[in-house]
T-cell receptor, first 114, second 116 residues
Framework: NAGVMQNPRHLVRRRGQEARLRCSPMKGHSHVYWYRQLPEEGLKFMVYLQKENIIDESGMPKERFSAEFPKEGPSILRIQQVVRGDSAAYFCASSPWAQNTEAFFGQGTRLTVV | AQKITQTQPGMFVQEKEAVTLDCTYDTSDQSYGLFWYKQPSSGEMIFLIY??????QNATEGRYSLNFQKARKSANLVISASQLGDSAMYFC?????????????FGTGTKLQVIP
């Protein structure tokens, strides 16, 4: 049973480009959470999605950031027109239900904006 | 609003000794959960241990135990018999119900270095 898969592991983008980060949850998990970790900081919640629904996006910046979790395929976190301040590690976690006591994390995508 | 505080930015421990990593939290919720995660230098987040607010017994998982003191709102992680592979960042986190799901807040982490 494969764990949460995130790709790419490392992503370099020039300022102004778009970044697309993918997250495939564990088999049977329909709840996905995205977190951002800035250098030397803890993880900050960004968005919580269920299949085809955004449940809570209170941690997402209002502009340039969007997330989706389609019926088929991975969850995508999209950052448009990236800036240097977007450089961070982005983690995805999944759980089989909303009240789960443990979410399983992917290995993260490290985004570097040059 | 909920808050997680880890006051130790860095800790050293001698191999084979026990070490306690501090975590205090602030919440007005009656039902919540407390977690510890390990993040080695490779970057992945590894779940270590969970404690529910209504659990009367302290959680234990192998060499990890969570010292849960509800009245003090503390959830310290105790690692017994430290190993070199325990060197990593350790994050305390708390979940609370929010709109039908568990919303998780992380502390800023403690960097543990195990000395041979």
């Amino acid at each position: 049973n494969a764990g949460v898969m995130q790709n790419p592991r490392h992503l370099v983008r020039r300022r102004g480009q778009e970044a697309r980060l993918r997250c495939s949850p564990m088999k049977g998990h329909s709840h996905v959470y995205w977190y951002r970790q800035l250098p030397e900081e803890g993880l900050k919640f960004m968005v919580y999605l269920q299949k085809e629904n955004i449940i809570d996006e209170s941690g997402m910046p209002k502009e340039r950031f969007s997330a989706e979790f389609p019926k088929e395929g991975p969850s995508i976190l999209r950052i448009q027109q990236v800036v240097r301040g977007d450089s961070a590690a982005y983690f995805c976690a999944s759980s089989p239900w909303a009240q789960n006591t443990e979410a399983f994390f992917g290995q993260g995508t490290r985004l570097t904006v040059v | 609003a909920q808050k997680i505080t880890q006051t130790q930015p860095g800790m050293f421990v001698q191999e084979k000794e026990a070490v306690t990593l501090d975590c205090t939290y602030d919440t007005s919720d009656q039902s919540y959960g407390l977690f510890w995660y390990k993040q080695p230098s490779s970057g992945e987040m590894i779940f270590l241990i969970y404690q529910g607010s209504y659990d009367e017994q302290n959680a234990t998982e192998g060499r990890y135990s969570l010292n849960f003191q509800k009245a003090r709102k503390s959830a310290n992680l105790v690692i017994s018999a430290s190993q070199l592979g325990d060197s990593a960042m350790y994050f305390c986190a708390m979940s609370r119900p929010s709109g039908g799901y568990q919303k998780v807040t992380f502390g800023t982490g403690t960097k543990l270095q195990v000395i041979p």
